[in-house]
């Protein structure tokens, strides 16, 4: 079975022709030199995956016909991961690790140390497509626009827990041993940690859990993946 995967804005259902837009036409036939009779796996983060035959190729466009499908939707756990923005590069990494290690929504945070001041939403959603197509998944979580912390915190529904990385904590324990299962977010602070008045709203909070993520100060980066996994390995879909 081809190892090709290609996401798709269409509904997916045996037997469906599916048109191919320039770019993706340029990857399947320019990069891929793929051609008629050639199959694929496609997706669209809503009906599972399903194969594909490649029926019309040319430069700027192409078809495929959907044949059975491979796999169903898998969805992720009732997830979010709040973060703020640093570098391009590293941000590109948090989204494309959220995405591998099954976050349900991405959601981009202003905080008051946050030094990027904007961010381009729509690259960031391609990426977590290209994750998503990349590590066999299924879904792709949505990527939200840049809202400040505090418009956030003030609609938040008290439902669904913050696991909060409090990189004051550094060394104490985790913490996640009685929490429960359901509706959560993790929250991950700027290079520059979060200022005193963000502490203090956060731990006034009854919905926050403040956690330590190890003995060691993390990058953001990393700190995202460190949080992940441990919210997962311990509530999620891992076991």
Same mark, same amino acid.
């Given at each position: 079975?081809?190892?090709?995967?290609?996401?798709?804005?269409?509904?997916?259902?045996?037997?469906?022709?599916?048109?191919?837009?320039?770019?993706?036409?340029?990857?399947?036939?320019?990069?891929?030199?793929?051609?008629?009779?050639?199959?694929?796996?496609?997706?669209?983060?809503?009906?599972?995956?399903?194969?594909?035959?490649?029926?019309?190729?040319?430069?700027?466009?192409?078809?495929?016909?959907?044949?059975?499908?491979?796999?169903?939707?898998?969805?992720?756990?009732?997830?979010?991961?709040?973060?703020?923005?640093?570098?391009?590069?590293?941000?590109?990494?948090?989204?494309?690790?959220?995405?591998?290690?099954?976050?349900?929504?991405?959601?981009?945070?202003?905080?008051?140390?946050?030094?990027?001041?904007?961010?381009?939403?729509?690259?960031?959603?391609?990426?977590?497509?290209?994750?998503?197509?990349?590590?066999?998944?299924?879904?792709?979580?949505?990527?939200?626009?840049?809202?400040?912390?505090?418009?956030?915190?003030?609609?938040?529904?008290?439902?669904? !827990? $913050? /696991?909060? &990385? =409090?990189?004051?904590? *550094?060394? #104490?324990?985790?913490?996640l041993s009685g929490a429960m299962p359901g509706p959560w977010a993790i929250l991950i602070g700027p290079e520059g940690g979060f200022s005193p008045a963000e502490r203090?709203?956060?731990?006034?909070?009854?919905?926050?859990?403040?956690?330590?993520?190890?003995? !060691? $100060? /993390?990058? &953001? =980066?990393?700190?995202? *993946?460190? #949080?992940?996994?441990?919210?997962?390995?311990?509530?999620?879909?891992?076991?």
């Amino acid at each position: 079975m081809s190892r090709i995967r290609l996401h798709v804005d269409h509904p997916l259902a045996q037997g469906q022709s599916l048109p191919l837009t320039e770019a993706q036409a340029h990857y399947l036939f320019g990069v891929m030199r793929l051609g008629p009779g050639d199959d694929i796996l496609v997706f669209n983060g809503r009906e599972g995956e399903f194969l594909a035959r490649v029926t019309r190729a040319a430069k700027r466009g192409g078809e495929l016909e959907v044949e059975e499908e491979t796999r169903p939707l898998q969805i992720p756990p009732d997830l979010w991961l709040l973060f703020a923005p640093i570098k391009k590069a590293r941000t590109d990494f948090i989204v494309e690790k959220a995405t591998e290690l099954g976050a349900a929504r991405i959601c981009p945070v202003q905080t008051d140390f946050t030094n990027a001041e904007r961010i381009r939403q729509d690259r960031l959603q391609a990426h977590a497509i290209e994750a998503a197509e990349q590590c066999g998944g299924t879904f792709v979580p949505v990527v939200e626009e840049l809202r400040p912390l505090s418009r956030w915190l003030s609609g938040w529904d008290a439902e669904r !827990r $913050i /696991l909060w &990385a =409090d990189e004051s904590l *550094v060394g #104490a324990a985790a913490a996640l041993s009685g929490a429960m299962p359901g509706p959560w977010a993790i929250l991950i602070g700027p290079e520059g940690g979060f200022s005193p008045a963000e502490r203090d709203r956060l731990r006034a909070l009854p919905f926050v859990l403040p956690v330590s993520l190890g003995p !060691r $100060i /993390l990058r &953001a =980066d990393t700190a995202a *993946v460190a #949080a992940l996994t441990l919210w997962q390995a311990a509530l999620g879909d891992w076991g």
